[in-house]
């Protein structure tokens, strides 16, 4: 097994090459930049490495968005972001010097001539507070300092291309500047088609770039090489707005932002830029009767407009500061106690989790916000576009819950509330709340993907968990007939799974899967825990000693015969895999698996170990990130735990790969075999959730 170092300063890559600044806890195979949303989520691929000025960020998907930067000092010019080509102009490119990344924020540090530019981009994730995590706005912020002890003359330039409205570059566009207290250019695409994708782009909503207009602030709107050259040879921008509108490749359209720094002799101040894609309405979503109901983004209800959004959000920077910086050193200190290894892993992971949802809130009969409805929706990033997946929800759970489990609530309530019309035909937990988001139109006609173990099982332990870390009773009562309906299912399919798929269903199905198995069977036990919780004492007995029973049962189909490892499948010798569902049982402290089971798993995998991880199951050699981290969470020793998480650590480090951190990748190689940017890495944050959790 590979070790990465915590703090590495040559990384070693497959064509022995290395990276020439250095990178702290590690070189990712992408940096998050502007992280907040589904459709506010910019990267910078590294491969086996790339600084910020040698590529173009990129939309999650790989779609480029044009995001430029120089910094002029005494009058020469240096490219720091993007990788622009502006004819006969001598602008050359700042040296990167290093790159880092915590939990909110990721800074690069370049030399452009005598002068060092720190360069932060800083996506708040302020899980306590509803309303400011709904922003979907991340910030940019600018400070230059001499490197020479001498003064110099600085300016700074930014600006995005219309490729941030939409990823079919042949689109047209419109635009508009408004320069008051704050300076905001807003693109958007001249025809909307609202609630409706094309290629995981929404085409609904406006792009905002934006700064608070202060002295030395100009602006500029036009083309691409143009407005660049403007600043290269001026240090300043003509506050002239561009009002012919056209396609997003038509002579490549910007939105351009400058500010004189002045002469500066020390550290400058710091210039704030915005970043945002905001739409209203959000989410369709589908209640009682078959009605349709649009819901906004959670902040409408607190802003009338977006500048004054945008006006508040730039305002904050400061305390925005603060308050990410207190919850990285959180959240690294938990980690940290782990290993270092591990929280790098977990920095990585917490802006990608946080990127697939948007919190929202309905209107009432007289069009007021209704405060008290708030609902979470979440995007499934790259593999389908479902809307509030259960078995992705499910992964990503232990972030929510570490973070703040009422958010990990409101991404069920829609589905609660959508299965208690009545509507969903089955008598199991749908899959998802909608096929295509954002539209949360739910599955009337019963043909979701039937995942009925997987999913009722997700849902009632969830539902334990959420209540466990609350201390919210009430959730039972509210859902009680409904969570019942599901444990009654799994009774009588559990023990014995028919030929289903689980969450794995890129694998497969699989009769008398294991691992499925026994999500149900902590299921059963989750629900009579949550029965005796409020008081149904009888359903308690009942469903404890069901559980109870089936355990024992499981053991014996599902132990191989020599002892010395849980099957695939029941009664197949040959076959093994990740039993990552045996977590819940420690996360709900509900104590039903042997601890000779676990110390019989710890043993086995140690191994089975390839380079990079465990092997989901003995079908194939790739693996899951998310699920190698769940199982870490209940090994025996931390021997065997620490070669899971430092197999996922050295994969998400090993210079191979170019995408927004993937979880499913081939576990003897370290490449990537499909997916990224999902939520589901929030499963890394499983030692975490389960570290810090207490049961009512």
């Given amino acids: 097994m590979r070790s990465v170092a915590s703090t590495t300063v040559l990384l070693f890559l497959p064509i022995c090459q290395a990276l020439s600044w250095t990178a702290t806890p590690f070189s990712p195979a992408s940096y998050p930049l502007a992280v907040r949303s589904p459709y506010l989520s910019a990267w910078l691929p590294q491969g086996g490495g790339t600084a910020l000025n040698q590529a173009w960020p990129q939309f999650w998907d790989g779609d480029t968005l044009g995001w430029a930067g120089y910094v002029n000092v005494d009058g020469v010019s240096y490219n720091f972001l993007g990788d622009p080509d502006v004819p006969n102009t001598d602008a050359a490119k700042a040296v990167q010097k290093s790159a880092e990344f915590t939990s909110t924020q ?29 922003l979907p706005w991340s910030y940019l912020a600018l400070s230059a300092a001499p490197s020479d002890g001498n003064s110099h003359s600085v300016q700074v330039y930014t600006d995005i291309s219309a490729e941030w409205v939409f990823g079919d570059d042949s689109q047209t566009v419109n635009w508009t500047t408004l320069a008051s207290d704050v300076v905001t250019h807003q693109v958007q695409l001249e025809s909307q088609d609202v609630f409706n994708e094309v290629n995981d782009r929404i085409q609904q909503g406006s792009a905002y770039y934006s700064t608070l207009n202060s002295a030395g602030v100009t602006y500029q709107t036009g083309q691409d090489i143009v407005v660049r050259a403007q600043f290269i040879n001026h240090s300043t921008l003509s506050n002239t707005q561009d009002t012919n509108f056209r396609s997003i490749s038509d002579d490549w359209p910007v939105f351009a932002l400058a500010h004189d720094l002045g002469t500066i002799s020390g550290p400058s101040d710091t210039v704030v830029y915005s970043v945002g894609h905001a739409r209203d309405p959000a989410i369709e979503y589908l209640i009682a009767n078959d009605a349709l109901q649009n819901r906004s983004s959670y902040f409408w209800s607190q802003y ?10 730039l305002g904050d920077y400061d305390n925005a500061l603060t308050r990410a910086t207190a919850f990285d050193a959180q959240v690294s200190a938990d980690a940290s106690s782990i290993s270092s290894n591990y929280a790098g892993l977990v920095a990585l992971s917490v802006r990608q989790g946080f990127g697939a949802i948007e919190i929202t809130v309905s209107k009432d009969s007289s069009g007021e916000y209704n405060t008290s409805d708030i609902m979470t929706f979440l995007k499934e990033i790259s593999s389908d576009g479902n809307v509030n997946t259960i078995d992705v929800i499910y992964p990503a759970w232990p972030l929510f819950l570490y973070t703040n489990p009422v958010i990990g609530r409101d991404l069920i309530l829609p589905l609660l509330a959508y299965q208690e019309t009545g509507q969903y035909p089955n008598q199991w937990a749908c899959h998802d709340m909608g096929a295509t988001y954002p539209k949360a139109l739910g599955h009337n006609d019963g043909n979701d ?30 859902y009680y007939n409904l969570l019942d309906q599901w444990t009654r299912y799994l009774v009588d399919n559990t ?53 109870s029973s089936y355990v024992t049962q499981w053991q014996g189909f599902a132990t191989s015969s020599d002892g010395l490892h849980l099957t695939l499948a029941y009664n197949n010798d040959s076959t093994w895999g990740l039993s990552y569902n045996m977590y819940a049982d420690k996360l709900l402290k509900t104590n039903l698996i042997p601890s000779s089971v676990y110390e019989m798993q710890t043993a086995w995998y140690s191994t089975v170990d390839e380079e990079y991880g465990v092997p989901l199951d003995t079908r194939h050699t790739y693996t899951k990130s998310d699920w190698q981290s769940l199982t870490a969470a209940f090994m025996t020793n931390t021997t065997v735990r620490d070669m899971l998480i430092d197999a996922v650590q050295s994969y998400a480090a090993d210079g191979l790969n170019s995408v927004p951190l993937s979880d499913w990748y081939w576990a003897n190689n370290g490449v990537v075999q499909g997916f990224q940017a999902r939520p589901v890495v929030g499963g890394h944050l499983a030692l975490v959730s389960r570290e810090m959790f207490h049961v009512v």
């Fill in 495 to 547: 023990l014995i799974p028919g030929d289903q798929i689980s969450t794995d269903d890129f694998a497969g199905a699989l009769a008398n899967q294991t691992n499925l198995a026994i999500k149900g069977i902590i299921g059963i036990k989750a629900m009579s825990v949550m029965a005796d919780l409020v008081g149904n004492s009888a359903d308690a007995a009942n469903y404890s000693s069901i559980a």
């Fill in 304 to 313: 009338s407009t977006a500048t004054d959004a945008i006006t508040t959000f």
């Fill in 449 to 478: 993907e039937k995942m009925p173990i997987e999913e009722s099982g997700n849902m009632l332990i969830m539902s334990l968990s959420y209540v466990q870390a609350a201390n919210d009773k009430s959730f039972i009562t509210s």
């Fill in 106 to 134: 990721t800074t690069f540090v370049l030399t452009a001539g005598p002068v060092d530019l720190t360069v932060t981009f800083l996506s708040p994730v302020e899980p306590s507070d509803l309303l400011n995590q709904s």
